[in-house]
Nanobody
Framework: QVQLAESGGGLVQAGDSLRLSCAASGRPHTMGWFRQAPGKERVFVAGIRWSGSTPVYANSALGRFTITRDNAKNTVVLQMKSLKPEDTALYYC??????????????????WGQGTQVTVSS
């Protein structure tokens, strides 16, 4: 069983940066960030495997968000810059101890955090 705890959300203005952090109680192989805006489905944002190489990003995050992980501390960080109002959502950290082929598919993740709210004002 892996427990996840997100932190770092908040209210920022468009163009600002924000850093989300997720601490895991175990050593999941693959970790990812998803987000869910009001009235919309939860969607993939970014994911990273144990090795930390070749992280995967949604098109909306490419070039603006960076996902990294610290295996010694069992944490994953999502650094977000140039935030836009459409980035407003509840951001969830997710993890799995397996090696999923589809890192962007929410169904492959076994463990989820409670979410942290990100609100970007225009």
């Amino acid at each position: 069983q892996v427990q996840l705890a997100e932190s770092g959300g908040g209210l920022v203005q468009a163009g600002d940066s924000l850093r989300l952090s997720c601490a895991a109680s175990g050593r999941p192989h693959t970790m990812g960030w998803f987000r869910q805006a009001p009235g919309k489905e939860r969607v993939f944002v970014a994911g990273i495997r144990w090795s930390g190489s070749t992280p995967v990003y949604a098109n909306s995050a490419l070039g603006r968000f960076t996902i990294t992980r610290d295996n010694a501390k069992n944490t994953v960080v999502l650094q977000m810059k140039s935030l836009k109002p459409e980035d407003t959502a509840l951001y969830y950290c997710a993890a799995t101890q397996s090696y999923p082929a589809s890192i962007y598919d929410s169904r492959v993740y076994d463990f989820w955090g409670q979410g942290t709210q990100v609100t970007v004002s225009s």
